[in-house]
């Protein structure tokens, strides 16, 4: 009996402990970063990219250095932007930060695996861990991950959070940002970028360290055909405009005067035809025509009675 109140008294102190760290992990949180700042101000250096120099300064990569280049939101293809959306939150504007059917999933896997291994993050939880946490997963994380994230949806629009999410995701080792991805891998714009580019640069986002957008990776190839295949169906891609737009060019000049030569046509001829549809009394230019000219005067002798 007396063993049994030892055991009650160090699991109650245990607990007491543990619910006093909470509490101020917890506490920490609530203080952290002002998130409503982020409305106007764009943010310096992630936590994610402090954690990938820590790992070069331990490795004794003295000399790299993070790549990443800030566009708006206005400078992204809408290709890039949505194919993000249907590979890592297809239902980003319908929750609130929390997408429980996924998380559910996630957790199902990760009890099969017997280790937390699969996420079911939205945009808006990435994008909490990426500014302020590290990329270790534990629970008392995933807690803080929680709070940001309700703070974020709270105070950020939908476009600023997907704004922000393109520019601090991960797309190599300290390649951040979809802009300075895009460089790397296409050697373009992220304004640039084709439905397939932006479906491949979408999905590595889970694992930008190993995969590579521009890589034969199976696995790559086959998701990038997916989400494109989702694109093309929700008409968000048009294919037979995409085959257009890569055709060579070698049809006939597409320049003004050489198509009018090609055609036996002169610039006057337009001219005729433009006058000829404009508006009775008005030419194409809109200069009122001049009035019509009096008639000729008779013959001599027309219209004069001949004598008997």
């Not at 007396?2 to 619910?19: H, Q, S, V, W």
């Not at 429980?100 to 990435?126: N, P, R, V």
């Not at 590290?134 to 629009?157: C, D, F, G, M, Q």
């Not at 404009?278 to 009122?288: F, H, L, N, V």
């Amino acid at each position: 009996m007396g063993l049994l109140k030892k055991f009650f008294r160090f699991f109650i102190i245990g607990f007491l402990l543990f619910a006093g760290a909470v509490i101020v992990y917890l506490s920490t949180a609530f203080y952290y970063d002002d998130v409503g700042a982020l409305q106007k101000k764009n943010p310096g250096k992630t936590a994610f990219m402090a954690h990938r120099e820590s790992q070069w300064e331990f490795k004794g990569l003295k000399n790299r250095k993070i790549s990443q280049v800030w566009v708006p939101l206005s400078k992204i293809s809408p290709y890039a932007a949505k194919a993000v959306l249907i590979a890592e939150d297809d239902k980003f504007y319908s929750h609130e930060g929390f997408d429980f059917e996924a998380m559910q999933k996630a957790l199902e896997k990760d009890i099969k695996a017997g280790k937390l291994k699969y996420g079911g993050s939205t945009i808006s939880q990435q994008l909490a861990k990426n500014l302020f946490l590290s990329p270790t997963k534990n629970p008392l994380r995933k807690v803080k991950e929680a709070i940001l994230t309700w703070r974020i949806e709270n105070n950020l629009s939908k476009r600023r959070i997907l704004e922000l999410y393109l520019n601090v995701a991960e797309w190599g080792d300290g390649i951040f940002g979809i802009e300075a991805a895009s460089r790397h891998y296409f050697g373009k714009s992220a304004a640039e970028l084709s439905p397939m580019e932006a479906a491949r640069l979408a999905v590595v986002l889970p694992n930008p360290l190993k995969l590579n957008p521009t890589g034969t990776s199976k696995y790559v190839e086959s998701r990038a055909e997916i989400v494109y295949g989702i694109m093309v169906r929700r008409g968000i891609v048009i294919e037979e405009y995409e085959d257009i737009m890569k055709a060579p060019a070698d049809g006939p000049s597409t320049d003004a005067a050489d198509a009018l030569k090609s055609t036996g046509v002169t610039s006057g001829a337009f001219d005729r035809i433009e006058k000829m549809e404009a508006p009775q009394g008005k030419t194409a230019s809109t200069t009122e025509s001049k009035p019509p000219a009096p008639p000729p005067p008779p013959a001599p002798g027309e219209g004069m009675q001949k004598k008997p």
